[in-house]
């Protein structure tokens, strides 16, 4: 957690000032992206059949989009039958006519969320850290 050493409210916003979000957001993502991808992949793990779909999912560069910072993190190209990694990853969160949903994306996302956000915690304290130095 971040410590401040503020004689009073001015200090503080004064030092929260200094932070640079648009700095510390990409850091922050690319320390929680290992943890993502790995959930990602382990939940989709057990519905492996060639592999293709899997072995696929990787994180993009972070990129930024008006005030948004992001990274996607999913599975791409076409399987070794044609079908587009994607799309079979859509098929099994949301299913489809014959073929029951067996999210796979939801849960991933669920069991990361408490480890995404400790890596967050600690891209943030690393800036406040470097802006007390």
Do not use: C, W
Request: aromatic share 6%; charged share 25%; no cysteine.
């Amino acid at each position: 957690m971040a410590i401040f050493y503020a004689d009073g409210v001015d200090d503080l916003v004064k030092d929260l000032g200094k932070l640079e979000f648009e700095k510390i957001a990409p850091k922050a993502l690319k320390k929680a992206e290992p943890i993502m991808t790995n959930k990602l992949k382990a939940s989709t793990a057990s519905h492996r059949q060639t592999g293709d779909m899997v072995g696929s999912i990787k994180a993009r560069e972070v990129k930024k989009k008006g005030d948004m910072i992001y990274i996607f993190i999913g599975p791409s190209g076409k399987g070794s039958n044609g079908t587009r990694n994607m799309e079979k990853m859509a098929y099994l969160e949301y299913g489809r006519t014959r073929q029951a949903a067996t999210p796979v994306v939801v849960p991933a996302i669920t069991s990361a969320e408490s480890s995404v956000l400790q890596a967050f915690q600690q891209a943030f304290d690393e800036a406040v850290k470097e802006v007390q130095a």
